[in-house]
């Protein structure tokens, strides 16, 4: 196996960890629905309320988005102007998916890590906590998704790169 094919496998293969390792924050949905339930019950059922809960299904709704954006670049599921891509060949819509990986995502995803180092060390310095009494004293914790989604979207980035490297150097050049 040549290092370029190597490199290509590596690649793929740190993607499917990375998408893996946010599979399980699926389940997030069916806790914030059952908090959400829990809230409204405690609200109007027995007067009271719960500013902790109310805010961990925002923390829970947090990791659920960031951590899911990955795995839309994984399955091929994120938004786009899918006029002309969807009736292209596969191999031009790899090109397409190529440069814009290249061009838009992985800058993008490079400039959001290095941009929000200072805004969560800041937040990590005072153990940035909720402004609410009674709030979920981890603000510094959801902030630190920032730096990890964008982690994880270049990671996610690479490994498609890879893919679509890998099918347009191994094509069937008739195509």
Known sequence: MSLR????EFFIRAGRLAVAACQPIRWLTLA????TLAIVLLRYALGGGSVFIQESIMYMHGVLFML????????NSHVRVDIIYSKLSEKK???????????????VAGFIFFISFAYVENSWRITEGSSEVGGIPGVFLLKTLLPVTAALIFLQGLASIAAHAALLLYADPAE
């Open 5 to 8: 094919d190597s490199l290509i």
């Open 32 to 35: 914030m629905v059952a908090l």
């Open 68 to 75: 899911a954006i990955p795995m839309g670049i994984a399955d």
């Open 93 to 107: 819509r790899a090109i397409i998916d190529l440069l814009g990986h290249c061009l838009f995502l992985l800058p």
